[in-house]
């Protein structure tokens, strides 16, 4: 039974530890960055603002508008009826003050106001349809931030892991060398090679330590700025694995293209708000409450009233013709862009290709040579064992050979990096 319990903890740490290695790959540090966004966060919120926007132009545009107004007007006179000053509707002649037929000497109101617009869903409709492609806008602007970041961290995962394999491939290559100094060190006591020969391998394999030293420092670095990117706080990583680009097909519709579709639609819906000022506007009102011109027998000025509002435009110089002039030019300029966006965006996709096959050739060509000069490596490890050739000939060929390994690495980044452009252009 405690064997059994033994072999369960230890199959759940195992799982546990292999889990936590996955969740230091490509995916983990993009999703993470999708959440953590501010940019992200912020059209999240702006886009929450457009739907109570939406609630906002229906209560304006179609609901009932309610408001209390009240107010108090006192127009004296002077000189009237001998008095100097005297609040009445029947000044003399030779009083001063406003006419009375303005005034009626005063104004005592307290109402409530009711009002509504009626037959003006076309009305609404523009400015629902307009705030709609608002909000469709913030929907693209987030698809271009998450769009983004997903190149930005990919690029930088990309050089991390460069330097990840260039520490991996150097710590193997001192394993190696370490072995070889003390293959030296015996053929040193036995006279087989000089001293010097020691000290020379045993400095490269300083040099190398201290290459190894700073590849570890680069490596920490990168894994700090894909945290910063990322939005989290920096962690230790032992080991990042290996990055997966799929080259993605080219979607049905283009970004370009449904972002060029959004902008024509908010010119036409700007169009459309615009002309709502020329539509007919028709409004009904009423009203109850006090309204006297006179404080004698106030108390009897209660009432109601009510009527039918109709606004017609006629006439506004030309405005609304020179608006669609305006409207249709920027649409013209929206199609220039477009055309040209459509044909960087095929000359950028073949040239990405050209170049991808290019390193996918000359890589396969360099690892010809890699395998060449690993032969000879073993073979001048054999010769070294018993003393036939030279450490400097051999570090030669053991410094060609890890260019050639850095060469291909590089081609490989380069490949990555790449495939990542392609897919960041070709969406």
Do not use: C
């Amino acid at each position: 039974m405690l064997k059994k319990l033994i072999t369960i903890a230890l199959v759940l740490f195992i799982h546990a530890f292999i889990s936590a290695q996955e969740t230091h790959n490509l995916e983990f540090f993009i999703e993470q960055a999708k959440k953590t966004s501010p940019n992200l966060l912020e059209n999240r919120n702006l886009q929450s603002i457009g739907e109570l926007q939406n609630k906002l132009i229906i209560a304006q545009n179609k609901g009932f508008q309610i408001n209390s107004t009240s107010e108090v007007l006192v127009a004296p006179y002077f000189n009237s009826n001998g008095r100097a000053i005297s609040i009445t509707t029947t000044p003399t002649s030779n009083a001063f003050g406003y006419d009375v037929g303005i005034t009626n000497g005063g104004l005592y109101s307290s109402q409530i106001n009711i009002t509504k617009n009626l037959f003006n869903q076309s009305v609404l409709n523009n400015l629902l349809f307009q705030n709609k492609i608002s909000n469709n806008s913030l929907e693209l602007s987030s698809e271009e931030f998450s769009h983004n970041l997903i190149r930005n961290i990919s690029e930088a995962y990309i050089i991390a892991y460069q330097l990840q394999l260039q520490e991996n491939f150097t710590r193997e290559l001192l394993k190696d060398l370490d072995t070889r100094l003390k293959v030296l060190e015996l053929l040193v006591k036995k006279g087989v090679l000089m001293e010097s020969d020691y000290l020379l391998l045993q400095l490269d394999i300083e040099g190398k330590k201290l290459e190894l030293q700073q590849l570890k420092s680069d490596f920490n670095s990168a894994i700090i700025q894909l945290f910063t990117l990322s939005g989290l706080p920096a962690e230790a990583v032992d080991e990042l694995t290996i990055p997966d680009f799929e080259q993605l097909k080219s979607p049905i519709k283009k970004f370009y293209e449904k972002r060029f579709e959004n902008d024509s639609l908010q010119l036409e819906a700007d169009q459309g708000v615009f002309e709502n000022q020329y539509k007919p506007q028709v409004g009904v009102y009423a009203n109850g409450g006090l309204n006297a011109v006179e404080l004698n027998n106030i108390d009897h000025k209660v009432g109601v009233s009510a009527g039918l509002r109709l606004a017609i435009p006629i006439y506004d110089g030309n405005q609304r013709k020179v608006n669609s002039l305006q409207s249709q030019l920027k649409q013209d300029n929206l199609n220039f862009y477009k055309q040209n966006a459509e044909v960087q965006l095929d000359n950028n996709l073949k040239n990405i290709e050209q170049q991808m096959n290019a390193l996918r050739e000359n890589k396969m060509m360099l690892e010809v040579q890699l395998k060449k000069q690993q032969n000879i490596l073993e073979i001048y490890k054999g010769k070294l064992v018993q003393g036939q050739i030279s450490i400097v000939d051999y570090l030669n060929v053991v410094q060609n050979y890890k260019q050639n390994v850095y060469a291909e690495l590089q081609m490989q980044t380069n490949n990555w990096l790449l495939q990542s452009q392609y897919n960041y252009i070709n969406w």
